[in-house]
């Protein structure tokens, strides 16, 4: 029979994993080292075969040791379904609620994500949130793994499986850093940006979210909104970036968007769920508030 201590090991032994070894785990886990290798060694003892190599040639999973990881995976999810149904029947909010949105996203007034967080927490009993940041196509794949419930950013999904709540719409522009050439020039044209170095994101061409077909100079790719804005105050780049995000150089006057009656569009953010998989009292709760929330703000 399993206890609470095997059972604390066992999500233990399921961070050292997912964190690529003892050492990069010991931040994660809040635990020292020698801490974390009393525990898998305990572990390994009580099951009765060794679970992973570790030393100087690095970290890696014994075959045991991955058959036992698969079932740690089954295990938590059967626990975290069972928390839910339990949530479910007794009308509480509880349980796990897994949370994917994009970077950045928190200096955009229209995402009420933090009021509704607030609010369901407000309702809850024990409700445990992990919330995880990653571009969308990653979130995408993320939802469809079920590793997530929800995701939220700027969504062009076509997958019919996947259910869409739109929430807001976010304004985009082509923004240049003071330090570039093409920054303190009067009565910029088209031909100068098309000439110019452009960073594009890793999981986006602009031409697909765009009515306007421009052949950028591309010279640069980040994965993600901060990266892009860190090379645009570079000088050496021009790119797209969130206007919310972007405002804090704009005051400082270290940004500036460029032709934005030409280079400026709306990017809709939805939340995303699984059509296939039942919602929980928590995601039903935290889609209601959203859909409320955001459908306030329009009237």
Known sequence: MLRDIDVKRLKLFKKVVECGGLSAAEKALNINLPTISAHLASLEELIGFKLCDRGRKGFRLTKEGQSVLVSCNKLFESLEQFQSEISDMSHMISGHLKIGIVD??????NCLLVSVINILKNQSKDLEINLEIRNPSELERLLLEERIDIAI??????NPGIDQLPLYKEQVSLYIGEQHPLFSK??????DLVAAEYVTRGYLRESQVTQQHVSFNFAATAQNIEGIALLILSGKYIGYLPDHYANEWVKKLQMRNVLPHFFSYQVEC???TLKKKSHTKSLSTLINLLDEFHHAEKK
Do not use: R
């Open 186 to 191: 009067k009565n910029l044209q088209l031909d």
């Open 153 to 158: 950013g700027p969504f062009h999904i076509t």
């Open 104 to 109: 950045n996203i928190i200096t955009d007034k």
């Open 270 to 272: 939805k939340g995303i």
